[in-house]
DNA sequence: CATCGGACCTGTTAGC
DNA sequence: TGCTAACAGGTCCGAT
């Protein structure tokens, strides 16, 4: 489910119930998500939360002796709830805190984690994570620089998160159509005036995309659950067989990296 | 090294 | 209507 846009959204909607809270309890309801939850979590219990981070997908609950690191895989979501509420179906974890509500951690395929950064550490899924896409130094250079000699596809090249963090299947796609770039082009023979396009795409539409709320396909809502409107301006993802919104023709489908991708024939070159 | 495929899960939908 | 197969927004890890 979610890339860059719907973790800020979630990280914008939890900031403002969870910073200067104490953490009053954490209920576990498994053992684990896609990885077991450490018993450092419980480092967490009685500390107040200082800084609500989003560091590529991934969410960050600081507090003086550790992050609450978060990752919500295809389909996590996390809500604010009162802490009274009744748990649903895949309601995996609750952060209590110290007003009653709880940060309700929910998710079905149980790809997403939880896990714990120590204080003055960076985590080791953290470590090796390329560029911010709307940090200052993501440009086409960048792209560039890292491309060369690469040769995977274009739009793999860009969903590697050790290249620029944050573009998933659905950014990814609706990026190389803005700038008008095949997806399945080789990533090491594309030009820098077109990584410089595809830089200037990525982060148009990333920011315009956390402006929208996201993108709401089946199931992602904001912690106040409400769904995002992004979906409605895609161009090109899951939109295969159907006129381009541009010139008509009609959407090309392929899987590149065991990944559907679809593209305009005659916009993408 | 770079690249590829399998694996981890459940829920929804398309197709027979 | 019901069953089955395919597919879904991610990414780690092992094999090649």
Not at 21 to 39: K, M, S
Not at 120 to 128: A, D, I, M, N, T
Not at 153 to 166: H, I, N, R, S, Y
Request: glycine share 10%; aromatic share 6%; net charge positive.
């Amino acid at each position: 489910m979610p890339e860059l846009p719907e973790v800020e959204t979630t990280r914008r909607g939890i900031e403002p119930h969870v910073i200067g809270r104490a953490v009053r309890g954490l209920i576990l309801r498994r053992a684990d998500l896609r990885w077991p939850f450490p018993q450092a979590l419980q480092n967490l219990i009685g500390e107040r939360i200082t800084v609500a981070e989003r560091r590529a997908k991934y969410l960050l609950l600081h507090s003086r002796p550790g992050a609450a690191l978060l990752h919500l895989g295809m389909s996590g979501s996390l809500r604010i709830v009162d802490a009274g509420l009744p748990p649903r179906l895949h309601d995996h974890v609750d952060i209590v805190l110290d007003d009653g509500r709880a940060l309700r951690f929910n998710d079905p395929r149980r790809f997403g984690a939880l896990l714990w950064q120590v204080a003055g550490e960076v985590h080791p899924l953290l470590q090796g994570l390329g560029l911010e896409p709307l940090g200052p130094d993501f440009s086409g250079e960048h792209l560039f620089a890292l491309s060369r000699g690469k040769r995977t596809t274009v739009k793999v090249f860009l969903m590697d998160q050790a290249v620029v963090v944050g573009v998933g299947n659905i950014y990814a796609a609706e990026s190389l159509f803005r700038a008008g770039i095949d997806p399945r082009r080789e990533a090491g023979k594309v030009s820098l005036a077109r990584y410089q396009r595809l830089a200037d795409a990525v982060r148009d539409i990333l920011a315009h995309a956390i402006t929208r709320g996201g993108t709401t396909l089946r199931d992602f809502l904001n912690p106040e659950g409400e769904p995002g409107y992004f979906e409605q301006e895609l161009q090109v993802y899951g939109r295969e067989g159907l006129p381009c919104r541009v010139c008509g023709t009609p959407l090309r489908h392929a899987t590149l990296g065991q990944r559907a991708t679809v593209w305009c024939p005659r916009c993408q070159r």
